[in-house]
Structures are given as structure tokens and as C-alpha cells.
């Protein structure tokens, strides 16, 4: 990739966005239902993104600021709002630039600079789709030495294919997979000149260091003498609304924080490719529970259509596919194996494309949730109580469900939940489970499986729940994370309040 390449890109990337902008939420969506989308969409990663109060944020592909005044509501110090549309900023200043701290530039990000660590949180929504592979790790090779210690950098792109129904006289947009923009986030470096830059024109090219790792030279600033930074994951996850509404799951958010690099850190990815198992070798192999298999793990777990369940060390997530058609819940995995949630996505993102199921209450100004309406919208979409949206779906999660913070789902989101506890070393449970407990609805079920020899009613009944033994439940069902059939037993905690 030549120096003219990106020119071109940004040429054409310009072109296409003054093309597409009028000031409206269509446009920012490149689709025709953008005001309900957003409705969903919106709240859901503002709650991702965590909290700002205090903080220094910089908004990238800010656009007529969409996310600009949330950011200000929510007690963010300073916001420096980007784009690079003309238009788009005269919008969002007209709508946000009297609010406190809020300052809206025009400016493309590929040639934006700011002092080294004058950023706590740099945010970005479907930016990183529009530059090429060259300007992302550039990108954030930069984002590294903007944001201070600890700081942390949120994205979400449109992975795979793409959502927005809108008409285009052409698309240059990167539907990249999602391991491309880990390959890319783990390769930026800041820290001592030595380091030599990788070359990023393909991703199977990789100046490896010591450790395995791909290393990648950023500015010459460093947090201490001699040492060196890097990103670490705190979480990477699909997002919710678009897998109910529009059917996709490739809608993915990632939150990485600046952290001091160590000699011994290790990839995420195990090599830059693998091959994902399709869902019939999964069947094939045992390892995907039938229809009736995964009704009964319904039942114990007394799941209704529309409940959602998390499942906590799904792997590949083998119980996501049949519990979701079965019982018509919403599905979301959790894994700390960026490897086994990749390919649990890439698996549900291979399916049939469904086409897009709106909102609609079934009565005027009331939900089917029972909460209600504003312009045909549930008033539960702005803190995610509303379950009766679009279509129960799967999504997905790469996280430590320990390090999370509380707000990261609502409060009684879940009806249900299955944690793998076998896997994990008895010291932690407590911690794991409470974690759980605030998303899980009062009276909700948790179903774990433990090993055969392990204690586990001391810390359930210190966690808030009551258990007991329970047989029946299909083995296939338990063994997302790993394990032999007859090395667990399952245990069913009901939440208490």
C-alpha cells in the first residue's frame, strides 16, 4: 500500500460521506430507520462505554453528534468532537456546542495530532470501517499516546457485512473481520525507539517481538524511562440491538486500556488464522445439544419467550444456537477466549441473513413489555429493561466477568444464567458470583456445574442464593467450556433478594 493509496482512500471515503450527509439520523445510519435504531442503539453503547463523569473524551466520526451530548450529560470534563464533513459539524455544533466543555472540529483523523496523554477516553462509532488497514494501526499507534495511563480507547464497527438498507452508488466501506482489528490494536507499541514498525500493509505480515508479540513503534513518548505501552482488552462484545432488529451480530464494541507493556505478555490470537467449525461438525462431534435437550435446560431454568440468559465460559457457545430456537430467549456468551468467541460470532454471523423486525407496540403508546411508548418507541429502550424488541438473537462476549463493572448491564437483565464454575479455581467463585448477581432478576435462576469433588454451598449462600443438586439436564448442555461427561454436576441457585 503506497502513500497514494491513502490519498485515494481519503478522496473517496470524502466523496462518499457528503454524499450521504443531510443532518438526519437516516444518513448517520445509512438506513431508512435510523430514529428507532437509534433509540436501541444508542443507550446500549452508551452503557458500554462506561462511565465519563470528570473525564477527557475525544469523540472521532463524531457526525452531527449523535453521542456528543449523552457524553456531556453524563459528566464528561471536556469533549472534542471530530469530523471530517463540514456539515456534520455545523450540525452537532448547532445541537451540542452550547453545552459545557463540548468543542466541535473539523478535521480528518488521519492527520489529527494532540499532546501526548491529554485524553482520558478517546470514542469512536463506525470510524475505524472508513480508513484503510495502513491509517487504522496508524490510528492507533496514536490513540496510544494520546490517551494518559490508564486511559482507554472505546470503538464499534460494522464486522462482516453490511446493516444499513440504504441505497449507495458505491460503498468503500472495510467490513473487516473482527480478529483484524485485534491483530491491529495488539500491534500498536509506544515506548523506546528501538522498536521497529510493522509492516501493516498485509495482515499476515508481522514483525514479531520476543514474546510472540506483534510490535509496533508509536511515538517516542513513554509513561516511564525505558518502559513501553500497549493496549489491553477490558472487554469485546456484539451489541445487542442490531442482532434483535436487524438480525446482525456483526455490530462489535471493543474497550481497550492503556496499559505498560511487559516482556512475557501474549497474543490473544493463537497465529492469524484458524478454522471455525460449522455448526453441523459441531453437531457431528456431540457438541451441540438438540432442540429438546436444550427445552428441559429451558424448563429447569423456567425460561419464557423473550427472557434473556447469560451463559458464563460458553466457548464456542455450542447451547447458544438450539436454547435461542427453542425457547425463543435471548442469548448472550461470555468467554475470556477471544479464540473460542470469534469463532462462536463468525459461526452465528455465517447464518441466513433475517430480515429486520421494528419495534411496534402492540397497542398505541403501550409496549408488550407492559412499559410505555414515546413515537412508537418503549421508554424501557433507555436503560435496556425493554425485552419484547425485535427478535430474541445471540450475542457475544470476550471478558473476565469478574473485572466488570456493575453498570455493564442493567440490574435484573437477565432471567437466567448458567456459570461453568468447573473451569474456573474454587478461590474465585465468590467473586463470580458476585459479579452475576445484581444482572440476574430477583427469583432468577443460575445453574452451574462444578467439579465433582468441589464445596459450593458455602459460597453461594455468602453470594445471596439458595441451591441445591438437580439431575436431568442434558450433559451436551454443560460442556460448552470443556470438561468429560461425569466430571461435573450441576447445582440450581436461585438469586435471593
Known amino acids: 500500500m503506497t502513500i497514494q493509496d491513502d490519498v485515494n482512500e481519503r478522496a473517496v471515503q470524502k466523496e462518499f460521506w ?7 439520523l437516516q444518513s ?24 465519563v463523569k470528570g ?44 453545552l459545557p466543555g463540548v468543542k466541535c472540529l473539523t478535521a480528518d483523523v488521519t492527520e489529527l495530532q494532540l499532546p501526548p496523554g491529554s485524553v ?20 492507533a499507534n496514536r490513540m496510544l499516546s494520546w490517551v494518559g495511563e490508564d486511559g482507554c480507547v472505546f470503538l464499534r464497527e460494522s464486522c462482516f ?62 509513561t516511564a524511562a525505558g518502559a513501553e505501552s500497549r493496549f489491553e482488552l477490558e472487554f469485546c462484545r456484539s451489541l445487542e440491538a442490531y442482532a434483535r432488529i436487524k438480525g446482525n451480530p456483526g455490530q462489535v464494541c471493543w474497550r481497550w486500556k492503556r496499559v505498560c507493556a511487559t516482556p512475557n505478555h501474549a497474543c490473544m490470537l493463537n497465529g492469524t488464522s484458524y478454522t471455525v467449525p460449522r455448526e453441523e461438525e459441531l453437531q457431528a462431534a456431540g457438541r451441540v445439544c438438540s432442540r429438546e435437550e436444550a427445552q428441559v435446560l429451558g424448563e429447569c431454568l423456567a425460561l419464557q419467550p423473550g427472557d434473556r440468559v447469560l451463559e458464563v465460559g460458553c466457548g464456542v457457545a455450542p447451547l447458544s444456537g438450539p436454547l435461542n430456537a427453542s425457547c425463543q430467549v435471548h442469548y448472550h456468551g461470555m468467554d475470556s477466549s477471544v479464540t473460542d468467541i470469534l469463532t462462536a460470532l463468525e459461526i452465528v454471523a455465517a447464518r441466513p441473513k433475517l430480515a429486520a423486525t421494528l419495534p411496534t407496540p402492540d397497542v398505541p403508546d403501550s409496549c408488550a413489555c407492559g412499559m410505555v411508548t414515546k413515537s412508537g418507541i418503549c421508554t ?4 435496556g429493561t425493554c425485552k419484547t424488541f425485535g427478535r430474541p438473537a445471540c450475542t457475544f462476549e470476550v471478558a473476565d466477568v469478574t473485572s466488570l463493572p456493575e453498570q455493564h448491564h442493567p440490574h435484573n437483565y437477565f432471567k437466567a444464567a448458567v456459570l461453568h464454575a468447573a473451569s474456573q479455581p474454587v478461590s474465585t467463585w465468590a467473586k463470580t458470583l458476585s459479579s452475576i448477581k445484581p444482572w440476574l432478576h430477583p427469583g432468577g435462576r443460575l445453574l452451574l456445574t462444578v467439579g465433582s469433588e468441589d464445596p459450593y454451598l458455602h459460597e453461594l449462600q455468602e453470594a445471596g442464593y439458595t441451591a441445591q443438586p438437580v439431575d436431568g439436564i442434558p450433559a451436551k448442555a454443560l460442556l460448552s467450556a470443556g470438561g468429560e461427561q461425569g466430571s461435573v454436576r450441576t447445582i440450581l441457585a436461585i438469586r435471593q433478594d
Open 380 to 383: 424501557g429502550a433507555a436503560d
Open 18 to 24: 457528503e454524499e450521504h450527509t443531510d443532518g438526519k
Open 120 to 139: 482520558d477516553i478517546v470514542f469512536s462509532n463506525w470510524l475505524l470501517m472508513y480508513l484503510n488497514d495502513r491509517e487504522v494501526q496508524d490510528l
Open 161 to 222: 457485512r453490511q446493516s444499513g438498507d440504504r441505497q449507495r452508488n458505491f460503498n468503500p466501506s472495510h467490513y473487516r473481520h473482527p480478529r483484524e482489528y485485534f491483530r491491529i490494536f495488539e500491534a500498536a507499541r509506544l515506548g523506546p525507539a528501538k522498536n521497529v514498525p510493522a509492516d501493516v500493509s498485509s495482515p499476515d505480515k508481522e514483525n514479531v517481538g520476543p514474546a510472540g508479540n506483534a510490535q509496533q513503534s508509536g511515538s517516542s513518548d513513554s
Open 28 to 51: 448517520m445510519f445509512l438506513d431508512s430507520q435510523g430514529p428507532v435504531l437509534d433509540a436501541y442503539d444508542r443507550p446500549e453503547v452508551i452503557r458500554l462505554l462506561g462511565d
Open 55 to 98: 473525564k477527557r473524551v475525544v469523540e472521532l466520526g463524531a457526525g452531527i453528534g449523535r453521542f456528543t451530548g449523552d457524553l456531556a450529560a453524563a459528566g464528561a470534563a471536556s469533549i472534542l468532537a471530530v469530523d471530517f464533513i463540514e456539515g456534520n459539524t455545523q450540525e452537532n455544533h448547532k445541537a451540542n456546542g452550547h
